[in-house]
């Protein structure tokens, strides 16, 4: 008898764009929010992938994506991005976003957000994105 291992269906990137202990919240059509996120392509490198999303979807260039690590939510790979915009960066629409906004960290609810979303946010990323120290990076490669 074979054994078939769990493999995810699907890569994404996730990004986490962070401000003034703020991050940004995207909306599609008739959704509920979620972070900023696209689907990898085929062959596409994760980084290549977040910083594409970032510009088609609310052109938005970024000039640091910091690697989180990778987290499976359901049957989705996210390969989890961070980075920080100055006050006063300007975002357009694009790509099928109807709206943005910008939310502390403790407003965040589970409510609020699409259930991937949620799920993601139940992880604690948010300890992950607000650190400015070294050992983010080192506690971020303990979650691949």
């Known amino acids: 008898m074979?054994?078939?291992k769990h493999r995810p269906s699907r890569?994404?990137?996730t990004i986490m764009c962070s401000r003034n202990d703020?991050?940004?919240l995207v909306r599609r059509k008739g959704a509920k929010w979620k972070f900023p996120?696209?689907?990898?392509?085929?062959g596409e490198a994760p980084i290549v992938a977040a910083a594409r999303e970032?510009?088609?979807a609310l052109s938005l260039h970024c000039s640091r994506l910091n690697a989180v690590g990778t987290l499976e939510v359901g049957r989705v790979l996210h390969h989890i991005f961070t980075t920080d915009f100055a006050?006063?960066?300007?975002?357009?629409?694009g790509r099928g976003i109807v709206e943005c906004k910008w939310v502390g960290w403790e407003d965040l609810s589970s409510a609020m957000l699409k259930p991937t979303a949620a799920a993601l946010l139940s992880r604690?990323?948010?300890a992950l994105v607000r650190r400015n120290d070294p050992a983010a990076s080192e506690l971020a490669s303990d979650t691949n």
């Open 22 to 24: 703020q991050v940004l």
């Open 54 to 56: 970032l510009w088609k």
């Open 11 to 13: 890569a994404k990137v």
């Open 37 to 42: 996120s696209g689907l990898l392509a085929t």
């Open 87 to 93: 006050d006063g960066c300007s975002v357009s629409l």
């Open 2 to 4: 074979s054994v078939i």
């Open 124 to 126: 604690d990323l948010s």
